[in-house]
């Protein structure tokens, strides 16, 4: 279990808080997440990973010379938003360009995409390496859709030695993905592990059991298997792990036993013993083999084997120095003082408030009045999402992660606040929705996070600030709102997502506007159809969109994204209406 | 849960083994432990840590420049023997004399005390630093009787350093010393650890609770409350260490929040955020703290808080660079090349296995026959220790480690290879029975494997090898038996230990043998005093001995020492009694 918190929501910023307060000479907390606290002297590549928390030392630990330049800090197992990526990159950028680097996970794909796009459009030279090394996670025809798990630390540090010793963007990125193209990954879960302030573990595995290939927040892995001996253990992982070795592997091999969490360094070097001998009767060279906690999944039990088949190139970067406060390397005393470091180029960096600080355009009178309406349904659907936070958590529990509840209300407190804001500041009505929906991508995280929060803008942009919207107008809005997501999450229909209460919401609204409906009755129409669509996603066998078929047990339960729509929606139709009628 | 082994019984051994074979550029296996895998050129102090294993980075992954020379690495949670502490110091001496430093328990005082008389009547010069950090174990008047818990890694760091830099024997062992008394440590468990191969662990703590004060093997501490915020436990432990500030204690302190083994660096920051506050709004400045893992309790969620008080030696000393397999600071590339490292020394280690090896004196034919009943003694010793191995456990478990059983089956089965060892090669009774003795003591470890192991030596000593001995010859066995575990544990009667059982055993013999009972008699009636005394330590509330008392619950069981013993002399007597009638 997780003990040590005082708030749990802000449990994630406080451990950064703390993690930066301890190496004031290494890191600087920027908004985000941290970066180097002495910027290069000269222009390089900046190497940034990120993800959720919980992985210490994933990911800030790996701050430092040698390694990253900076690391994006989302909340517990949730990806940061496209917002910290932005803002950690602004802060980390030297002149040579970003790396982002992360592993497959939907939510971080998104976020770190968006914030590609904006950093981009800014005249960044941006590129992302994902990280897709557990081969547990789906089969070998389909490695884009595998999850990143230990294998990040090799793919990073690889990276992290390539642009330290001054290579090339384009160099850096053919370095991360080769790393990535050459390494597996298998793991194995003894027991869960327990959100802070949560009662239960996010999931179990039977006392005496052991879940095969299970990842690192829980997600399904391959079968559930009798707790085997550590010889037996070491057999398995490695074979495994050996059975997919690349057509272009050589001999020499750069290999990690990770350990998740409350799995401990004694039974890690029990099991080494067995897996360094296999390895080695295979005609393998262990090249610097690391053997301890690198990327943990909180206080999990379980571990995972890393293997990566080094060429020279990639050999030389792994045995390259790196100091930073989890991880040192061989000694980085010649680098650094032959590359220099500038205290007065931190210092510079560019404020991340102020970056995303925009004046507030002009909006008619009519518009402010409307927003005063819009505020009122934001305001229902965060009471919603208030009351139904346990409850989401729970049925996302079964399939996901347990986040969803607190993901939302993250999201809603968030767009709540900046709705009254900008408001205050003289809003219209679309830009007030906008800054709402970045607020709620920003601060919630994770795939909800950024699917709200974009459908939002989307829906303010096409509200505009100029005049209240007619009833078509407000259809218009809905299906920006549906676009927007649909683009940026690529789920379809029976994927199991929000996406399949939203298409029916959006389709029925459109269908009983056309014929003829009042908007009063369309809409109710519409969220009544979005509630019993959530509710048949209970039926669903997912088809696609994920990296394997859910958990079995998972099959006969509502996906808690498509409930959270359908509730909101319902919520706020009521409210909407009901205020929309008195005022007309 | 401790979830990774093979034979539970060699899991420190085989740990050990894996942890070697990861790092063979920085360490060495010998018998009894680890050593740095160069010895240094110049004579130096060698600085030896050591303890029962479970506790990693302590103590073998602390081997390396300015840190630790060698390890001594018992099984888990229990002492080495004295041969292992011997053996790894000789591995290590480099002509500077051996300290040899370790936290406050009964049965590493034992043990690391033998090998210190064994090696100072060698010539080698040798001392003792004993670490008594852990302020909840005993009052502030009672400093000796404290434990030592993660204020090892200050105070062997201290040495270490000091070592390295050079001091003499006497600097350093007056630096260790120092250390320790300017060293406070308050530490809390929110869960017990558990044993590989283990259904249950070790102790536990209530859900919800957290147990103030709790030793690393889970020992009794100060009381139990409910687990407070991050920002309360803070409180709690900075303010109880900071009561207890040494009057001689400035305002620069090196602090450690160390985690236990399922707390994670996550939640260690969230804690270091309040504690570091804290600390600096009480006027400190803080050296170089660590946070993370540093003295560990297998897989015990728990953390503690150490504090040293530095003065300018000390600082510099806790400053200075160190590089060992799980713990660098600094750099050490000027020191190495300096002092220069020289493998050929190393190679030349003694062999430990011809260190040990002693020619079999000569035998008289009685005393070998003899030695066949005694051989039958140990076996039925072995079979019914094997057979009480887990009540045993379960008794020990109540007050203590729960270890006793497993200690006591390593021992018998130890000894009685040894002894049949013995045998084989002309050994009398008396060579055979000190023989068997010293292979209890090596491969039980623990106190009551020094104990047994000497009693049996004396044992064989007082018998001889000439004759069989006569019936005034065999008490006078038990009676040398008796006096070298009196010595060697400095308990009394009353102290609920194997010493209430023994003494109305030999009492009991003596004063039958003097009333003119038959020596069989008077053997038998001594085997139920010992077996009534064992169960009446059920009813004994122990007076000293012990840091502070038992936990209440212990108190309605007897102690498993004085019931093994009890076991034991009444089947060795019954087997006794009857081949010997038999034979005479």
């Known amino acids: 279990m997780t003990r040590i918190f005082n708030d749990p929501a802000v449990f994630a910023e406080e451990a950064l808080q703390g993690f930066c307060e301890l190496h004031p000479n290494q890191v600087r907390q920027v908004d985000g997440g941290a970066v180097r606290r002495h910027r290069p002297a000269q222009p390089k590549v900046a190497v940034i990973p990120g993800g959720g928390s919980g992985h210490y030392p994933a990911f800030a630990g790996l701050i430092g010379p040698g390694f990253a330049d900076g690391a994006v800090v989302g909340n517990i197992f949730t990806s940061p938003s496209a917002q910290q990526a932005y803002s950690v990159a602004r802060a980390a950028e030297s002149g040579g360009g970003v790396v982002f680097t992360y592993g497959n996970y939907a939510g971080d794909v998104m976020n770190f995409g968006l914030a590609t796009e904006r950093l981009a459009a ?107 001996s550590a010889a037996e253990l070491a057999r398995e992982l490695v074979g495994r792990v050996l059975a997919e070795a690349p057509v272009e592997g050589g001999s020499r091999l750069a290999v990690i036993l990770n350990g998740l969490g409350s799995t401990k360094h004694e039974e890690l070097f029990v099991l080494w013993r067995t897996v360094s001998a296999l390895l080695r009767e295979a005609g393998h060279t262990l090249v610097l083999p690391e053997v301890g906690e690198l990327v943990t999944s909180l206080d999990m039990a379980g571990v995972s084997l890393t293997v990566t088949w080094l060429d020279d190139e990639l050999e030389q970067l792994w045995a390259a120095p790196a100091e930073t406060p989890a991880f040192r390397r061989g000694s980085l005393a010649g680098a650094a003082a032959a590359g220099g470091e500038s205290t007065d180029a931190a210092e510079a960096a560019p404020d991340e408030a102020q970056a995303s600080a925009a004046p507030v355009p002009a909006s008619s009178e009519e518009s402010r009045r409307f927003a005063q309406h819009c505020m009122s349904a934001l305001e229902t659907a965060r009471l919603t999402l208030h009351e139904a936070e346990s409850r989401l958590g729970d049925m996302d529990a079964i399939a996901g992660d347990g ?26 009505a679309g830009t007030m929705l906008a800054t709402a929906g970045d607020a709620w991508a920003a601060k919630a995280g994770g795939t909800s996070g950024v699917l709200w929060g974009g459908g939002l803008r989307a829906a303010g942009e096409s509200l505009g600030d100029e005049a209240a919207p007619s009833p078509a107008g407000l259809v218009a809005a809905a299906q920006a709102f549906t676009n927007r997501i649909l683009t940026l999450g690529k789920a379809e229909a029976g994927d199991k997502t929000l996406v399949d209460a939203l298409l029916p919401l959006v389709r029925t609204l459109v269908d009983a506007t056309g014929n003829g409906a009042a908007p009063q009755a369309a809409w109710h129409e519409a969220a009544r159809a979005a509630a019993s669509a959530a509710e048949a996603t209970a039926a669903f066998i997912p088809k696609k969109g994920r990296a394997r078929p859910l958990a079995e047990k998972s099959i006969g339960t509502p996906d808690p994204g498509a409930t959270s729509l359908a509730m909101v929606a319902a919520a706020v139709v009521d409210r909407f209406t009901t205020t929309n009628a008195q005022t007309k």
Chains 1, 2 share one sequence.
């Open 122 to 228: 800014e005249g960044i030279r941006v590129e992302n390496v994902i990280v897709t090394d557990d081969i547990a996670s789906a089969a070998a025809g389909e490695v884009d859709k595998r999850r990143g798990i230990a294998g990040d630390f090799t793919v990073f540090k690889v990276m992290g030695a390539a642009a330290e010793a001054g290579a090339g963007f384009d160099d850096v990125v053919r370095l991360g993905r080769k790393a990535n193209s050459l390494t597996r990954t298998m793991g194995a879960a003894f027991a869960g592990c327990t959100f802070p302030g949560a009662d239960t573990p996010l999931f179990t595995v039977a006392d005496g059991q052991m879940g095969l290939g299970l990842g690192i927040h829980g997600e399904p892995g391959l079968h559930d298997t009798e707790l085997p």
């Open 403 to 428: 986040d969803h509840g607190r993901g939302m209300v993250r999201g809603i407190d968030a767009a709540f606040d900046a709705a009254v804001l900008a408001l205050d500041n003289g809003a219209g």
